[in-house]
């Protein structure tokens, strides 16, 4: 399906062993897809994650793979208050990753509809962050929220998900100013070819909107993990508040030209 070529996973991996020692990690999502390729390039990278999902079964797999420095909870982070975000005194990492929306006409989205897909991309993410922010305080911490690239820019079929993703970014810039002490990122990928956005588009549709993105190819699960990774550490001291688009260039095509 990949027209262009990409990297291998292997040269993905830039940053130096050890990058995150003594580092503890919250990832929601973590049990499927980019939530759980972070985990597993996290936890290589020295640092303990406790994962998040509502499939305890799924937590599990990502458990059997990441090892003993992986810790998870099984709820539901729209319907469960965050106290187990609140419970914890330190925290270095959050990564605001559990999402999704469905694609319909937007004549079609009910009010409910409406509702799901904000609460779960906007609003239960800001409770994340609230019930998050005095262990993230404590250590300095860092958060990355997963987005979708220029929801600004529109995407038919998922105006409610462009909607919540253009509020994440703008709750992530602002909470950038209001809390000096943490350091918020937006990560918006591409196209990731996860179980999860197969779900979401048939292969062919998949294919068509890959082959229109400008680099002619899907963005890695690898790539997502090292930039997650990346924004954990040292390096991305300067940064905060900033949409990171890591998506092949898809952002600078209109919605409607990708979708074909
Ligand atoms: C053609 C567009 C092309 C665009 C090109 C741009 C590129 C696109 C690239 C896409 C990249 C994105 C990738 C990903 O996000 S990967 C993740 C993939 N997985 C998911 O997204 C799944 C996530 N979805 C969910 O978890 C649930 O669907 C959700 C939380 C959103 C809702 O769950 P909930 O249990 O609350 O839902 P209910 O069943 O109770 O329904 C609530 C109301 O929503 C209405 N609904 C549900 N599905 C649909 C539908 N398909 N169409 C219309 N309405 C829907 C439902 O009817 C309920 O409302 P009512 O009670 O009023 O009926
Ligand atoms: N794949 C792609 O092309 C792109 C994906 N994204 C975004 O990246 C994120 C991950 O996507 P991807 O890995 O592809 O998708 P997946 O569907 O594989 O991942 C979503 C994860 O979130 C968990 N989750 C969903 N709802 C809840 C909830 N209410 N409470 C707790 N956990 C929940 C799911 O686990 P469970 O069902 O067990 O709860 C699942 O592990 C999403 O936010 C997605 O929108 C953004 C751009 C492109």
């Not at 049990?31 to 303990?48: D, F, H, K, M, P």
């Not at 990564?95 to 079609?108: K, T």
């Not at 699960?221 to 940064?239: K, T």
């Amino acid at each position: 399906m990949t027209a262009a070529p990409r990297p291998s996973p292997e040269e993905c991996k830039v940053l130096p062993a050890g990058a995150l020692r003594d580092r503890f990690a919250v990832v929601t999502g973590a049990g499927s897809g980019i939530g759980r390729a972070v985990t597993l390039r996290l936890v290589e990278l020295g640092a303990s994650v406790m994962g998040v999902g509502r499939r305890a079964e799924r937590l599990a797999e990502t458990a059997a793979l990441a090892g003993h420095r992986f810790t998870y909870r099984a709820l539901d982070i729209r319907h469960e208050p965050p106290d187990f975000l609140a419970e914890l005194a330190e925290l270095d990492l959050l990564v605001n990753n559990a999402g999704g929306q469905f694609i319909a006409p937007a004549a079609e989205i009910s009010r409910r509809g409406f509702d799901a897909v904000l609460d779960l991309n906007l609003t239960a993410q800001a409770a994340l962050l609230q019930a998050a922010r005095p262990g993230l305080a404590a250590r300095g911490g860092r958060v990355v929220n997963l987005s979708l690239s220029a929801p600004d820019r529109g995407i038919p079929g998922l105006v409610h998900s462009a909607a919540a993703r253009a509020g994440i970014a703008a709750l992530t810039r602002s909470l950038a100013r209001q809390w000096p002490a943490i350091k918020l990122f937006c990560l918006a990928p591409g196209t990731v070819l996860t179980a999860g956005v197969g779900e979401e588009l048939p292969p062919e549709e998949l294919a068509g909107i890959v082959e229109r993105t400008p680099l002619g190819r899907d963005t890695s699960l690898d790539e997502v993990a090292e930039w997650v990774a990346a924004l954990g550490c040292g390096i991305a001291d300067a940064v905060s508040g900033a949409l990171i688009e890591v998506d092949g260039g898809s952002g600078l095509v209109a919605a409607a030209a990708l979708a074909g």
